[in-house]
């Protein structure tokens, strides 16, 4: 028992059901500066906690009606052929002892990129509104393809660092489904979208030995009764100002992950 884990599982697992978003963005990372732990491992076990941490929040999202299951579906077709693409790379070449820096390098990259994405959410979703009223059957007959897209730039760069699936999701989702996807519906279906993901891109992992099993059961002692709460009071909310806080955090994060290369 570790109770440092236990209490940090439970507040990612809070924010997690309240946003749908830190399942990877700030598990991962804080794995790397909080307490060292490996590079890889730190990503494998992330997919592992993120999957089942949200797993416990989607029969909340669910009994609500929350989840649009044919943009899921769009999401997965994309998704889990990047993420099986990304870990036979991963098994057929492998990753050298001098690609621990380069992993943490692309750790902090992406936690950066999802921070500037989510502090421009609400303009890239403005600009998706514009574009569903004003060109209604050009963008309708590309939200099909560039959800797949979507789906497989979230597979490839979840199963490489356990980031993206919650935060960039639903950055994609709110320019793609500007007024299909209420926030509500948005944080449901992101949420769903991210379990298989997580799964199918943790199995690998697992099978690579990039799994810390008491790391992971110590994080989700605190992270399952803290999502499920998150996911009760999710509709009540309102998120603007708690993304812009996560956003904050998450760039003074990756800043700092990438000072530590450098120093």
């Excluded at 598990?27 to 909080?34: D, G, H, Q």
């Excluded at 992101?190 to 990039?210: C, K, Q, S, T």
């Excluded at 110590?218 to 509709?235: E, K, R, T, W």
Aim: with cysteine; proline share 3%; charged share 10%.
């Amino acid at each position: 028992m570790d109770w440092r884990l236990g209490l940090l599982g439970a507040c990612i697992g809070l924010l997690v059901g309240l946003t749908g978003v830190g399942g990877g963005a700030l598990m991962t990372p804080l794995l790397l500066l909080l307490f060292g732990t490996v590079p890889m491992v730190a990503v494998g076990t992330d997919l592992w906690f993120a999957a089942i941490t949200k797993l416990f929040a989607t029969p909340v999202h669910h009994s609500k009606g929350l989840i649009d299951w044919v943009v899921v579906k769009r999401l997965w077709l994309g998704s889990l052929t990047a993420s099986s693409l990304t870990l036979w790379w991963m098994s057929a070449y492998g990753l050298e002892a001098g690609a621990m820096d380069l992993t943490k390098a692309v750790i902090a990259v992406a936690v950066v990129i999802t921070a500037v994405a989510m502090l421009f959410q609400q303009r890239l979703h403005a600009l998706g509104r514009r574009l569903r009223t004003t060109q209604v059957e050009s963008f309708k007959a590309a939200q099909g393809p560039l959800t797949i897209a979507a789906g497989a730039v979230l597979g490839l760069l979840v199963t490489l660092t356990s980031i993206g699936a919650g935060a960039l999701g639903a950055v994609f989702l709110a320019y793609l489904y500007p007024l299909r996807l209420t926030p509500p519906r948005l944080i449901a279906t992101d949420i769903v979208h991210a379990i298989p993901l997580a799964f199918f891109a943790g199995i690998g992992h697992l099978m690579l030995g990039h799994v810390d099993l008491t790391l992971l059961g110590n994080m989700l002692l605190g992270s399952v009764p803290a999502v499920i709460l998150g996911a009760m009071l999710s509709a009540r909310l309102s998120h603007r100002l708690l993304r812009i806080g996560l956003a904050v955090v998450l760039v003074s994060i990756g800043v700092k992950l990438l000072a530590g290369l450098f120093a």
